[in-house]
């Protein structure tokens, strides 16, 4: 059978069974489990992305990790043998220092700030730079404030952090901000954290409200303190690869797609934060609020951290963010 042949009647076989002729099928991979607003994102972006394209587009979803850990599915999409993923911001940054921007301990005030950063000059300029990387990124979205659990005690002051023996992220500026807290960290990678924490690897963790209840930390961890002290988003990436494959028609409705899927996303994360908290207390957690003087005495104490990274990420990239924010 010739070539164009084989393609109509696959075609025909594709009609007959109630797809459009073109459809396609793509990937997507994260590590939270599917009931997390990660989760939820990715079901609501897959439907809107379905819905524009008339179901063109199919895109089959990979949570809890099944499609491997978050630098191992980043590579993937660097290598074109996967479509997307959603990760954390902090992935990146070994290759694009810049985005340490969102890692700078205590930077961001609140979701207002974020969201003027995330959505405006630097955020845009930090996607221009996933080009290089053969990446395409298309939306921020929500991973909320991180907060600090423990299973040895309470953490009211900056005194109590000292000594920790805390997990971290693989990266140089949360090893230099824990370090500066007097602390103890350990840089693992997620997938590792809760045997650590269980068999007692390490005392404590440091992550949002959101994965500290879907991973079950309250089963080994006793006290969590809203600290607040960084603000690292999530990223909604596709391969350039499989993006610039598409014609500008669909493109154009992914991009779509992805900026409702993050204002769904986001919204749901962020109101959802006290109704975990709330669970959290539930499962037996003692949750503590520091002072306002122990909160600015850790802001200081970390303030060092911000002027030797501000060199790494760049002054004007900051400068940018402090205005965009409104704390020049």
């Given at each position: ?7 109509t009647?696959?075609a ?8 459009p ?11 939270p ?8 994102g ?5 439907e ?35 479509e997307?993923?959603?990760?954390p911001?902090?992935?990146l940054?070994g290759s694009i ?5 969102f890692?700078l ?7 207002e ?6 959505d405006?000059?630097?955020g ?7 080009d290089a990387l ?5 939306a ?6 991180r ?12 005194n109590?952090?000292?000594g920790?023996?805390?997990r971290?992220?693989p ?6 901000t ?5 602390a ?10 809760f045997?650590?924490?269980e ?21 080994v961890?006793?006290?969590l ?10 990223l ?9 494959s ?18 769904f996303q ?10 975990l ?9 003692e ?8 909160m ?5 104490t970390?303030a ?11 002054a004007?990239l ?8 409104g704390?020049?």
């Amino acid at each position: 059978m010739k070539l164009t042949q084989l393609l109509t009647a696959t075609a025909l076989m594709l009609v007959a069974a109630g797809l459009p002729a073109t459809a396609q099928t793509a990937r997507i991979g994260y590590v939270p489990t599917e009931d997390h607003p990660v989760g939820q994102g990715v079901n609501k972006f897959v439907e809107l992305v379905s819905e524009k394209s008339e179901g063109r587009i199919e895109i089959q979803k990979f949570g809890n990790g099944t499609l491997g850990n978050e630098p191992q599915m980043q590579s993937s999409l660097q290598g074109g043998i996967m479509e997307m993923m959603v990760g954390p911001t902090s992935n990146l940054v070994g290759s694009i220092p810049e985005y340490l921007i969102f890692d700078l301990p205590f930077f961001y005030p609140d979701f207002e700030a974020v969201d003027k950063v995330m959505d405006g000059r630097v955020g845009n300029a930090l996607f221009a730079k996933l080009d290089a990387l053969n990446m395409v990124g298309l939306a921020y979205w929500d991973n909320g404030f991180r907060h600090m659990t423990t299973a040895v005690r309470p953490i009211n002051s900056v005194n109590d952090v000292a000594g920790l023996n805390i997990r971290v992220i693989p990266n140089p500026l949360f090893i230099s901000t824990f370090t500066a807290l007097g602390a103890n960290p350990v840089p693992l990678p997620y997938p590792e954290l809760f045997t650590a924490l269980e068999t007692r690897a390490v005392d404590a963790q440091e992550t949002p409200v959101g994965l500290i209840y879907s991973s079950r930390f309250y089963e080994v961890q006793d006290h969590l303190a809203l600290t607040g002290h960084v603000y690292t988003p999530y990223l909604l990436l596709a391969s350039k690869t499989w993006f610039d494959s598409l014609p500008a028609e669909d493109q154009a409705l992914v991009m779509e797609a992805a900026r409702e899927s993050a204002d769904f996303q986001r919204n749901l994360s962020r109101t959802d934060a006290d109704r975990l908290i709330g669970l959290l207390e539930q499962e037996g957690m003692e949750v503590t609020r520091l002072s306002d003087e122990e909160m600015a005495r850790m802001r200081e104490t970390v303030a060092p951290v911000v002027a030797e990274f501000t060199e790494t990420i760049g002054a004007d990239l900051i400068q940018q963010a402090r205005e965009d924010m409104g704390a020049n």
